[in-house]
C-alpha cells in the first residue's frame, strides 16, 4: 500500500481562536504552495495543522515567518508522538527519540500542559518532570547548552494533552516566539492604573527587540494616548520616560498625573489632532475596526506620528476579513507602504477578542 507521510505543525492561539489560526496557516501555506488541512483538536489553543510529504519542514517554515501570522501565537514541529506509560516514562521519552527522531540534539527542553481542560495535577506533574527529564537528556547527549554548541539547535517542545500522551517536537530557531508557546510572563506593576498595561508593555517586547528599545522608546519622547482613562498605557509610556498627551473623557489616575509627565485632554481621540508631531500614537478605544483604522492611517497620512501601536476589536465573526479590510485600508497610506515601515498584527496573550497591531521601523532587516 502507498503511504503517504504527512507531517504536522502545533500551532498555540487563544482558546476560542482555533479555527482562526487555523484558517489563517491554510491560506498563507496555500499561498506558498503547501497544501494542508487543520484539526482543532482536544485541546482550548492548541491546533494541528498537517501537510502531505515534508512542505512543513522544507517549505513552509523557511519561508513565512511567525511574526507575519495574527493568530498563530506560537508553533512547533512535531517530530513523534507517544503513548506514555505509567512507570518510567523519562525512559519513553528517551526511547522515542532515539528510535522516530533525527533532529539531534536540542538546546532546551519546554514541557506543555493545556491552558484549559485538563486535569487539576497535569500541570504540576509537568513542572516535576521536566528536571528528571533534561538531566536524563543531557546526560545522553540529546540537550546541548547553547553556549556549548557551534550552531543554532531547534528547541525540544514537549506537549502533554494528558498523562497517558506526549507529543514531542521541535521548535525552530529564528522562527517562533519570543515568549515559549507564546505566552509573556509579564508581572502585573502594582501602580500601573489598570491591567491593560500589560497588553502595551507585550505589544512591544513582542514587536521590538530588546536591542532597539532605546531607539525607539528612549530619550524623552513625546506620545498621545488615544482612549487613555484610566492611565495604563499611559503609564507604560511614562515608565520609558516619554511626555505625554492622554486624550479620554474619563478620569487619570491621579498617581500618574502627578508624575507631571501626562497632559489631559478631556476631547474626543476621533477628531482630536496635535498642534506638532509626535513619536508615538498608541490607541486603546473600542469601537469599529474600520473606524479605527481610519483614525490611524490618517495621523501617518498628515505626518503626525512616526510609530503606533493600537487595537482592533474584532467582530464574532469572519475576524480574518475584517483584519485584512483594516489592513488594505492602512497600507493603501504612502507612509506605511514604504519599504522600510512594517505594520505587524498578532492577538496577543493578554488580549481577548481584539488583535493589536505595530507600525514601526522593519526591524526584521537590520
Ligand atoms: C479600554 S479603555 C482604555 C484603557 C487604557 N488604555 C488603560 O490602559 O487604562 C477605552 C477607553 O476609550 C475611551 N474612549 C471611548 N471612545 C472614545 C473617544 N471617541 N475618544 C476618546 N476616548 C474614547 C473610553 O472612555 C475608555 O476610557
Redesign the pocket.
Known amino acids: 500500500m502507498l503511504q503517504v507521510e504527512t507531517q504536522t505543525l502545533w500551532l498555540f492561539c487563544r482558546p476560542g481562536f482555533e479555527a482562526d489560526a487555523g484558517q489563517e496557516l491554510v491560506a498563507r501555506a496555500a499561498e506558498l504552495g503547501v497544501f494542508g488541512y487543520f484539526v482543532p483538536g482536544q485541546v482550548p489553543g492548541w491546533v494541528s495543522f498537517q501537510a502531505p510529504g515534508h512542505g512543513l519542514g522544507a517549505e513552509l517554515l523557511p519561508r513565512l515567518h511567525l511574526s507575519e501570522l495574527v493568530f498563530v501565537r506560537d508553533w512547533v514541529m512535531e517530530l513523534a508522538r507517544l503513548e506514555l506509560p505509567g512507570g518510567d516514562r523519562v525512559g519513553s521519552v528517551l526511547e522515542a527519540l532515539r528510535e522516530e527522531v533525527d533532529v539531534f540534539p536540542f538546546e532546551r527542553l519546554e514541557v506543555h500542559v493545556p491552558a484549559e481542560g485538563a486535569p487539576d495535577d497535569l500541570a504540576r506533574f509537568a513542572r516535576k518532570w521536566t528536571s528528571p527529564l533534561a538531566r536524563a537528556l543531557r546526560d545522553t547527549g540529546w540537550l546541548v547548552p547553547r553556549e556549548e554548541s557551534p550552531v543554532n539547535l531547534p528547541r525540544l517542545d514537549i506537549l502533554l494533552p494528558s498523562f497517558e500522551q506526549a507529543l514531542l517536537c521541535a521548535s525552530p530557531q529564528g522562527n517562533r516566539s519570543p515568549f515559549v508557546g507564546g505566552v509573556p510572563r509579564l508581572r502585573f506593576p502594582p501602580s500601573a ?2 491591567r ?2 500589560l497588553k502595551l508593555e507585550e505589544a512591544w517586547k513582542l514587536f521590538i527587540p530588546e536591542e532597539h528599545w532605546y531607539e525607539l522608546l528612549g530619550g524623552g519622547r513625546h506620545a498621545v494616548d ?8 499611559t503609564w507604560q509610556l511614562v515608565k520609558e520616560g516619554m511626555l505625554v498627551t492622554a ?4 478620569p487619570m489616575d491621579e498617581a500618574l498625573m502627578a508624575s507631571g509627565h501626562v497632559e489631559h485632554v478631556r476631547a ?3 477628531t482630536w489632532r496635535p498642534r506638532r508631531a509626535v513619536d508615538w500614537l498608541v490607541c ?4 469599529k475596526p474600520a473606524r479605527v483604522a481610519e483614525l490611524i492611517a490618517g495621523w501617518f497620512e498628515d505626518g503626525l506620528c512616526r510609530y503606533s501601536v493600537f487595537n482592533l476589536k474584532l467582530p464574532m465573526k469572519q475576524r480574518q476579513q475584517a483584519w485584512e479590510n483594516c489592513r488594505d485600508r492602512l497600507l493603501a497610506c504612502t507612509a506605511l507602504n514604504a519599504p522600510d515601515i512594517r505594520l505587524q498584527a498578532r492577538q496577543l496573550y493578554h488580549d481577548r477578542e481584539e488583535i493589536t497591531c505595530f507600525v514601526g521601523p522593519d526591524l526584521r532587516r537590520s
Open positions: 492604573p489598570s491593560s498595561t488615544l482612549g487613555a482613562s484610566p492611565g495604563g498605557w486624550v479620554d473623557n474619563g474626543d481621540g476621533f486603546d478605544i473600542v469601537d
